[in-house]
């Protein structure tokens, strides 16, 4: 059995427990304070997922819509941009609106514009290099061509995310 000196002295004081939720509270406090200055930690810490296809990021929500598509919500539930193409579009939006970075946004919209115009005529270009028809190297060539501006813009796009995907 144990000594009762030795149960005494695992024991804190009034004096040791008032002092040890001061040093919790001043940590918890300076956490709190990181946390509200470093966009990566505000983004990332808040961030949760429903099953419902929506994302919450810090004060923002992105919903993947029926049309494959994806927008960028408000807490109060107003649309702030719709049926973006990419991903990476939508979280470089909340991550902006979410760091006081809103002069980038303008520039990720049209990036996305950008990519989501180039990928529909990748697809009309892969449709056509299908059929039988003359010209196909025409149709080639352009397929080369819009793909790599697809890439581009996406490569623009993600530079503006916080954390690189």
């Not at 030795?6 to 001061?22: F, G, N, P, Q, V």
């Not at 949760?48 to 929506?54: E, H, L």
């Not at 941009?81 to 809103?102: G, P, Q, W």
């Not at 697809?123 to 697809?150: C, N």
Request: glycine share 4%; hydrophobic share 40%; charged share 35%.
């Amino acid at each position: 059995m144990k000594d009762s000196a030795e149960i005494k002295s695992r024991k804190l004081s009034r004096r040791k427990k008032a002092k040890a939720r001061r040093s919790l509270a001043t940590v918890i406090g300076r956490v709190i304070a990181d946390i509200d200055g470093d966009p990566f930690l505000r983004n990332h810490l808040f961030l949760s997922r429903s099953d419902d296809g929506k994302l919450t990021v810090g004060s923002y929500v992105i919903v993947h819509n029926e049309h494959r598509l994806f927008d960028v919500y408000n807490k109060q539930g107003n649309i702030l941009h719709k049926n973006l193409y990419v991903f990476d579009a939508a979280m470089a939006i909340t991550e902006c609106l979410n760091s006081k970075r809103e002069r980038f946004i303008p520039e990720i919209l049209e990036l996305e514009e950008t990519y989501a115009r180039n990928v529909n005529d990748v697809k009309l270009f892969r449709y056509m290099m299908g059929l039988k028809t003359e010209g196909k190297d025409i149709y080639e060539d352009r397929y080369v061509i819009v793909k790599q501006r697809a890439e581009k813009a996406l490569q623009g796009i993600k530079k503006f995310r916080l954390v690189k995907s």
